[in-house]
């Protein structure tokens, strides 16, 4: 149906940035929002940031707000994740991820709210 790569992850230092990109394949016209999420050793994946495939809402999880953004080219099939001021808990496997138009409410920080998953970059932030 809709295939997902990222790419950009890689080590930096504590305070450095990086660009994560996702792009997005297949049935591309079905998306209705992207999102990013990420897997920490030993912890649950949660929730980054997320936005509409329109562009005109965007997400941030508390932790990231103010240093991470989130943004889209439709023309590219791609959603990018700039990441800047980074710190040694961002430490993480970065996973992009898309949904289908769902009827009712979409909880965009819910893992299982999403139906496309790429197979995630690491990003290790150095102290």
């Known amino acids: 149906q809709v295939q997902l790569v990222e790419s950009g992850g890689g080590l930096v230092q504590a305070g450095g940035s990086l660009r994560l990109s996702c792009a997005a394949s297949?049935?591309?016209?079905?998306?209705?929002?992207m999102g990013w999420f990420r897997e920490a050793p030993g912890k649950e994946r949660e929730f980054v940031a997320a936005?509409?495939?329109?562009?005109?809402?965007?997400y941030y999880a508390d932790s990231v707000k103010g240093r991470f953004t989130i943004s889209g080219d439709n023309a590219k099939n791609t959603v990018s994740l700039q990441m800047d001021s980074l710190k040694p808990e961002d430490t993480a496997v970065y996973y992009c991820?898309?949904?289908?138009?769902?009827?009712?409410?979409?909880?965009?920080?819910?893992?299982?709210?999403?139906?496309?998953w790429g197979q995630g970059t690491q990003v290790t932030v150095s102290s």
């Open positions: 991820a898309a949904d289908r138009y769902q009827p009712g409410s979409w909880y965009f920080s819910i893992p299982g709210e999403y139906d496309y």
């Open positions: 297949g049935r591309t016209f079905s998306i209705y929002h």
């Open positions: 936005i509409s495939w329109s562009g005109r809402s965007t």
